[in-house]
């Protein structure tokens, strides 16, 4: 499994700054039309699928400012980020995602790139098949912190 994950890492990266540009695109289209945005910068994106765990979904870890940013963005009040659109960036080597979640109350969005190796990651592409919603979970290294968005159509990560 550690070669796989190392596999399916090595293979993003080949488009991870083109990614990384897609998402500041896209945040820059949602900060002219009156967001606010925040965007995460994984060190690390790993899938776990639903017979290993309850919450099955994409792992991020990121750095622990961007964790406590993120931490206080969903924390306030009256903010419940509850819609996500799922841009597809890259099909290439792995599938390759933005992943925008939005809270309409406070106009606030959260921006993070996400890929997996449907050849390496078998089981949760099962998963994506078949559970009724995923999570992205996002700590930081140390996992003293996290904070998880649900996705309520799986399927949008699956292949055309």
């Known amino acids: 499994m550690v070669r796989g994950k190392i596999n399916r890492t ?4 080949a488009d991870w700054a083109d990614i990384l540009t897609e998402i500041d695109e896209v945040s820059a289209e949602l900060e002219d039309s009156g967001w606010e945005t925040l ?3 994984p060190g690390d994106v790993a899938t776990t699928d639903a017979a290993a765990a309850a919450d099955a979904g994409f792992r991020l ?3 622990d400012s961007e ?3 993120l931490y206080s963005t969903v924390s306030e ?3 419940a980020f509850d819609q996500f659109e799922v841009y597809r960036a ?3 080597n792995v599938r390759i995602f933005v992943v925008v979640v939005k809270s309409e109350e406070t106009m606030q969005a959260v921006l993070y790139p996400v890929f997996y190796d449907p050849g390496t990651d078998r089981s949760f592409v099962e998963t994506l098949r078949t559970e009724p919603e995923i999570r992205t979970t996002v700590s930081d290294l140390g996992d003293t912190r996290r904070c998880s ?3 309520t159509e799986p399927a949008l990560f699956l292949p055309e």
């Open 10 to 13: 090595n293979k993003a990266l």
């Open 39 to 41: 965007v995460l910068h």
């Open 149 to 151: 968005f649900r996705h």
């Open 90 to 92: 890259r099909d290439t």
């Open 67 to 69: 964790l406590k940013t």
């Open 61 to 63: 870890l990121v750095p």
């Open 77 to 79: 009040p009256d903010t």
